[in-house]
Structures are given as structure tokens and as C-alpha cells.
């Protein structure tokens, strides 16, 4: 993704054959607004050697002219990978409609001690102290995820350095690693260059073996081409997550015109093939996310949907001070509930938090526990989405509280799928984690509900997730939500904005 | 004299290094296929196979998926049979569900996983095999009669298991 010339891009991995995955080439996408987009002839085919079993994951780099350069790698007719380099067939074109594969592709091969399988997705480039472009390409040796560093000059001939990036054993194959910095002070993002005092740098990867994004905060040496992570025992792989629900292979760009880092993902399918095959597609992309350091924290990034999609609200209702007993689920008179953006703050009284019941057994996870239907002192409390009036059908977003034997508050923010569909054969674990409240501080939740797209962001985006739900009957005219509190020792009083949102415009670019 | 010890010598190096491969592909399967849960299956698809003598893991695994795909077929003529001569509309509607699962699995979840492990991304090959698996149980639920099994519960637990042999399999190489 980039912007340039004042148009957003979105390249992205598509089979144009199925609705499976395979024959993977480089679709392209392109907004002024992120809202407003055209669909542009594919980027990229699979027409070169070096790219004939795959065009995958790339980076663009705007250079010091503010030319492009992409850097992409290239599964081969032998099925190794390699990274190949390309650019606009013209650079004067806003839209970047056609690509030049570069004629002495591969640039890189992989080098020794790597696998031929396990080297892909190069980095967009920063600049180093001494003037040269840096990138990083992510691998493996056995079970350590590791990330290669290049240094290179015109983006055709590269070293490589003698250390790492970083490493972590146990973690598996790294995919589509990002590395970029964030400020620890400024609320907007960074160029992908910039280092210095008051900047820390995150790494992420995809982790191939579970197919989760996972992300750490810590700290680059330009010198050696180096990371340390703030807190290891939160490194990339075993720590944080930018999303615990169905949220893969995501990648983060510079917006200069905004000034924002922004962060787009790949929302897989959770239903069978089956029904995607007959349906015609599958995957979807995330709604475009910023991200910034969490200055509150210190130890957390917060994702929050893009300002432009606040332009998609149509008509919007307010609920003030809405009291839920406990055990106890409240309509709310708001029809058609398929296309929403909601804002919900929870008040819970204090006073009943230090009254609450203690509990020995300090391990409550989401995806292990019993749903929103296990009823706790603390929780869960929370919203229904894609309901139906009858709830035969929903799909519980809420937050758990835990007060462990010493009496510290746990919070924990989930998602659960176990209701969320008559239909057999859909997913239906619960997704969530931990979700770090101050003191002070509200509960609060933000939901983007499209249909089957449904993504929660806990405490101002310090925990997302994301979920793919399929209602049978609670969809279109029939779809509703509710608030819910199925706790037994908390009474809960929740304020919230809802708004219908307008669908976005996508469309084919005309005449081409 | 020297030609002919060193005839013996060449020869008894040839016999060791037959016997060496021999042991040490049916240690790559044995090896395999404890890591998935129906050993016994994995290990009876894949030694009557031939090519599994020369296969490296990559390699077990599209021999497991080619399995997978004979069963897959194999099932479906079943379904189409019963179809001909059904007249319960409930077993009718379940056979009807059948075959779009099995057509899933032959024209979707085997060749993608085929083309996942050629490629070496064999994550898509981990998803389309778990896939496989879960059509052909849903295929199974869908029948009214239980807790007895469908008419053609043997062909759905064949391309079931070894859907998750497959699964299992295509992980190893992650």
C-alpha cells in the first residue's frame, strides 16, 4: 500500500481463476478517500520465470525524487523464492496502472543457510545513518523466526549484514514482517525512515505456523542493523497481537498526506469452502486501521478505524446511562443492525468491584471459557450484534473481569462465535485476550458490524478482534442489538452512539 | 586379485547402501505418520503407494492428497447411486448436500492443497485439507438417522481421516 500523488493504493494478493486460493497475482486498488475506490487492472501477472508460481507479498519504497520502487517476492518455476524488483511503467501516472518488471530479475536469491522455501515478503526501505536503503525480509532456521537485514543502493545489488534483525526461537517461519517506528510522544505516525530520541521502533510478524499477526516495542541500532525488544517476555511471536480474531498478514504504510501510519489486514473466510465456492469469493479486507503508540501503557499499540469512515454514518441514536442488571439483556430500538459503527462506554460501580468476590483460579481465557453465557461475578458484559429478536442467533462482544486472590482486576475482551449462526458448519470459537485498563479509565468498545464483518476495538484499540460470523436469521430487517450483563455480583450502566453506516463505493475504473 | 576384492568390496557397499534406503524410507514414514493421529491409516496409504519409497515429506503429503481424492471420488459415486433411487425427501436433500461437500473437496480442497505443496506455501494446503475433513463430516451430520450412521458413513470416515492425516502432515512442513 502507498500514497502517492494523491491517490491511496491497495495491492493485494488475488486469484482472479477461484475463489480459493492459488494462481496468486497482484490485484490493485485506489482511493482519494479511502472510502471512494476503482478497481484497476491487475498490477502484476505471474508471467516471468522468476515469479511463474506466484507474484507475492512486496513493499514500495518512495525514494528521495519521490520515484517508486516495489520490491516483491517471486515464487519460481522451481518454486523458490526470490525477490525481484519492479516500478511504474510510468512514473507520471497517479494511478500506476502498469508495472516494469526489472530485466535482470532475481535481485535476491536466497543466501546460504536459508531455505528456498523460507524467504519472502522484503520490507519497505529505510534510510540508514550512512545514506544507504535498509530492508528486512523475514525466515527461519528450524524453529527460530529470524529477520535478514539487506543494505542496498539502487535497490539491484544488496548486502547483507553479518547479524539479524532479531530472532526468536520456537516462533517458526516469519511472514510478511513490518518494521517501523512510532513516536512516543506525537499522536501521528512517522516516516519509515525516521529514528532518534523519542522513538521506538516495532517489529511484527505473521506467524506461518499459527496464522496469527503478532507485534513488539523496542529498540533499533542503526549501526549494526539490530532490535531489542522493550520486554522479552512479550517478543514478537509470544507477546501481543494486533488482532485475536481472524486477522492475518497485515502491513503498515506511511500516509504522508495525513501524516499516519496506517494499517491494512487480510480478513480470511470462517465458513466451509463449500459456501465460498458457491458464494464466488472469499476474503475480505480490514477497514484501513492507524496506529500509534500507546502512551498510556507504554507496552501497547492502539489500532483505530480510520477518521474517513466516520463519513460513512447515516442516521445515529444515543443511549444514555442505560442501566443492566445483572443477569439481564436490554433492546435497544435500533433496526436493521447489519451496517454499524457503535460507541459504547461501561460504568461499573467501584464499590462492587471491591466487594466482588476473589477467585482462586487465575485462568480465564476467552477462547477456553464457556462464552458469554458462563456467568462470573465480573462478568461478561458487554453488547449483542447480528441478533435476532428471538437471540436464536448472536454474537456477544464484552468484557470479563477477574479479581484474583490478591485482589488485582483483570480485564479480559472477547468475542464469541458459539451462537453466532444456526448453521453447522461455520467457526465457532470464542476469540479475546487481556486487555489492559487504567485506573480510572471506562470500559469502552467501538464495533464495525458489516454483515459478517465484525471488529471490536477494546479500550481505544489497545485489544482487537476481529471475527467473520454467518446468521442465518439475523441478518437484513431482521438483525438487532442488544446490551447484555451476565454477570452476578455487577450491575452495569452503558452509554453508546449508534450509527447505520452507508455502504462504500467501489467500483471499476471506466475506460481502461 | 586386487579386482576382484575390489569387486567385493563395491558390491558389499552397494548391498549396504540398498539396505540403507530401504530402512530409511519406511523410517521417513513411520516417523511421519506418528505425528498424525491415525498412524495406521497414514502408514497403509502411504506404503501402497510406490512412489512413497523415494518421497521426502513433501512428498508423502501429495500421496496422502491424492488418497484423499480417490476416496473423495470414489464417495461421490456413492451419493450419485443413492440419489438415482432415492424417495425420502430428507435422505434426498442430505445425498444433495453430499455432493456439493465431495464436489468441494475434489474441485477445491485437493487441488488447492496440491498446488499449496508444489508451491511451498503449505499453509494453504494445512486449511484446504482441514476443510476436506470438516465437508465430509458435515456431510455425515446431515443425515437424520442417528445415532446410527448414514448410508455411506464408511466412504465419509475414509476421506475424514485421511483428510486429517493430510492436515497433519502439510503441517510438518510449515
Known amino acids: 500500500p502507498l500514497f502517492y500523488k494523491g491517490w491511496y493504493h491497495l495491492f493485494y494478493q488475488y486469484n482472479p481463476n477461484a475463489a480459493v486460493w492459488g494462481h496468486i497475482v497482484w490485484g490493485h486498488a485506489v482511493s482519494k478517500d479511502l472510502i471512494?475506490?476503482?478497481?484497476?487492472?491487475?498490477?502484476?501477472?505471474?508471467?516471468?520465470?522468476?515469479?511463474?508460481?506466484?507474484?507475492?507479498?512486496?513493499?514500495?519504497?518512495?525514494?528521495?525524487?519521490?520515484?517508486?520502487v516495489m520490491l516483491y517476492t517471486g515464487?519460481?518455476?522451481?518454486?523458490?523464492?526470490?525477490?525481484?524488483?519492479?516500478?511504474?511503467?510510468?512514473?507520471?501516472?497517479?494511478l500506476l496502472v502498469h508495472w516494469v518488471k526489472y530485466p535482470r530479475n532475481p535481485v535476491l536469491v536466497p543466501p546460504p543457510g536459508i531455505g528456498p522455501n523460507d524467504f519472502r515478503d522484503p520490507t519497505t526501505a529505510w534510510l540508514t545513518s550512512e545514506g544507504k536503503w535498509r530492508i528486512t525480509i523475514g525466515s527461519k532456521i528450524n524453529k527460530t523466526g529470524i529477520a535478514l537485514v539487506y543494505d542496498t543502493k539502487d535497490f539491484i545489488n544488496y548486502e547483507m549484514l553479518d547479524g539479524l534483525l532479531h530472532a526468536v526461537p520456537g516462533t517458526g517461519m516469519w511472514e510478511c514482517v513490518d518494521f517501523f517506528p512510532v513516536s512516543e510522544t506525537e499522536n501521528n505516525g512517522l516516516g519509515t525512515s525516521i529514528n532518534g530520541p523519542g522513538v521506538k521502533h516495532v517489529v511484527k510478524a505473521s506467524l506461518d505456523d499459527d496464522r496469527h499477526d503478532y507485534y513488539a516495542i523496542g529498540t533499533y541500532n542503526d549501526r549494526n542493523g539490530t532490535w531489542i525488544p522493550d520486554r522479552p517476555n512479550i517478543d514478537v511471536g509470544i507477546g501481543l497481537r494486533y488482532d485475536y480474531g481472524i486477522y492475518y498478514a497485515a502491513k503498515t504504510f506511511y500516509d504522508q498526506n495525513k501524516k499516519r501510519r496506517v494499517l491494512w489486514g487480510w480478513i480470511g473466510e470462517s465458513d466451509s469452502e463449500a459456501a465460498d465456492?458457491?458464494?464466488?469469493?472469499?476474503?475480505?479486507?480490514?477497514?484501513?486501521?492507524?496506529?500509534?503508540?500507546?502512551?498510556?501503557?507504554?507496552?501497547?499499540?492502539?489500532?483505530?478505524?480510520?477518521?474517513?469512515?466516520?463519513?460513512?454514518?447515516?442516521?445515529?441514536?444515543?443511549?444514555?446511562?442505560?442501566?443492566?442488571?445483572?443477569?439481564?439483556?436490554?433492546?435497544?430500538?435500533?433496526?436493521?443492525?447489519?451496517?454499524?459503527?457503535?460507541?459504547?462506554?461501561?460504568?461499573?460501580?467501584?464499590?462492587?468491584?471491591?466487594?466482588?468476590?476473589?477467585?482462586?483460579?487465575a485462568s480465564f481465557d476467552c477462547a477456553t471459557s464457556g462464552g458469554a453465557a458462563e456467568r462470573g461475578a465480573l462478568g461478561p458484559f458487554g453488547l449483542l450484534v447480528l441478533a435476532d429478536e428471538r437471540l436464536s442467533e448472536q454474537t456477544p462482544v464484552y468484557f470479563y473481569m477477574t479479581k484474583g486472590s490478591d485482589g488485582n482486576l483483570k480485564t479480559f475482551f472477547c468475542n464469541d462465535q458459539s451462537r453466532s449462526s444456526k448453521a453447522s458448519y461455520v467457526d465457532k470459537h470464542i476469540y479475546g485476550s487481556l486487555v489492559p485498563v487504567l485506573r480510572g479509565e471506562n470500559l469502552s468498545i467501538r464495533i464495525l458490524v458489516d454483515h459478517s464483518i465484525i471488529e471490536s476495538f477494546g479500550q481505544g484499540g489497545r485489544t482487537v478482534i476481529t471475527s467473520r460470523v454467518y446468521p442465518t436469521k439475523a441478518i437484513y430487517g431482521a438483525a438487532?442489538?442488544?446490551?447484555?450483563?451476565?454477570?452476578?455480583e455487577l450491575n452495569v450502566t452503558a452509554s453508546l452512539k449508534i450509527w447505520q453506516m452507508n455502504s462504500a463505493f467501489i467500483q471499476p475504473y471506466p475506460n481502461l | 586379485m586386487t579386482k576382484i576384492i575390489s569387486l567385493f568390496i563395491l558390491e558389499a557397499v552397494f548391498c549396504f547402501t540398498f539396505f540403507t534406503v530401504s530402512y530409511s524410507d519406511i523410517n521417513l514414514i513411520q516417523t511421519t505418520c506418528k505425528k498424525t493421529p491415525f498412524y495406521d491409516l497414514c502408514v497403509l496409504t502411504l506404503k501402497s503407494d510406490p512412489r512413497s519409497s523415494t518421497a521426502d515429506v513433501s512428498g508423502l503429503a501429495r500421496i496422502v492428497a491424492d488418497s484423499v481424492n480417490a476416496k473423495a471420488i470414489a464417495t461421490l459415486n456413492q451419493v450419485s447411486a443413492?440419489?438415482?433411487?432415492?424417495?425420502?425427501?430428507?435422505?434426498?436433500?442430505?445425498?444433495?448436500?453430499?455432493?456439493?461437500?465431495?464436489?468441494?473437496?475434489?474441485?477445491?480442497?485437493?487441488?488447492?492443497?496440491?498446488?499449496?505443496?508444489?508451491?511451498?506455501?503449505?499453509?494453504?494446503?494445512?486449511?484446504?485439507?482441514?476443510?476436506?475433513?470438516?465437508?465430509?463430516?458435515?456431510?455425515?451430520?446431515?443425515?437424520?438417522?442417528?445415532?446410527s450412521n448414514s448410508p455411506i458413513f464408511s466412504g465419509n470416515k475414509a476421506v475424514h481421516d485421511l483428510s486429517v492425516v493430510l492436515q497433519s502432515i502439510a503441517s510438518l512442513l510449515l
Open chain 1, 480 to 488: 438487532k442489538v442488544f446490551l447484555f450483563n451476565n454477570a452476578t
Open chain 1, 277 to 361: 465456492v458457491k458464494k464466488g469469493w472469499a476474503s475480505v479486507q480490514s477497514i484501513p486501521r492507524t496506529i500509534l503508540f500507546d502512551k498510556k501503557t507504554g507496552t501497547h499499540l492502539l489500532q483505530w478505524p480510520v477518521e474517513e469512515i466516520d463519513s460513512l454514518r447515516l442516521k445515529g441514536k444515543e443511549f444514555n446511562q442505560v442501566k443492566i442488571q445483572a443477569g439481564s439483556v436490554v433492546p435497544l430500538d435500533f433496526d436493521s443492525a447489519t451496517q454499524l459503527d457503535i460507541i459504547a462506554e461501561f460504568k461499573i460501580d467501584s464499590d462492587a468491584l471491591e466487594k466482588a468476590t476473589r477467585s482462586s483460579d
Open chain 2, 82 to 147: 443413492l440419489l438415482k433411487s432415492v424417495k425420502d425427501p430428507t435422505l434426498e436433500k442430505a445425498l444433495e448436500g453430499c455432493i456439493v461437500s465431495y464436489n468441494t473437496i475434489i474441485q477445491a480442497d485437493i487441488p488447492v492443497a496440491i498446488d499449496a505443496i508444489e508451491k511451498n506455501n503449505p499453509k494453504f494446503a494445512v486449511q484446504s485439507a482441514t476443510d476436506a475433513g470438516n465437508e465430509a463430516q458435515a456431510c455425515e451430520n446431515s443425515f437424520a438417522e442417528k445415532p
Open chain 1, 75 to 94: 515464487s519460481t518455476t522451481e518454486g523458490v523464492q526470490v525477490q525481484n524488483l519492479a516500478y511504474p511503467a510510468d512514473q507520471y501516472d497517479p
Open chain 1, 36 to 68: 471512494h475506490w476503482l478497481h484497476l487492472p491487475l498490477a502484476m501477472a505471474a508471467d516471468q520465470w522468476y515469479d511463474k508460481n506466484g507474484v507475492w507479498t512486496g513493499s514500495a519504497t518512495i525514494l528521495h525524487d519521490g520515484k517508486i
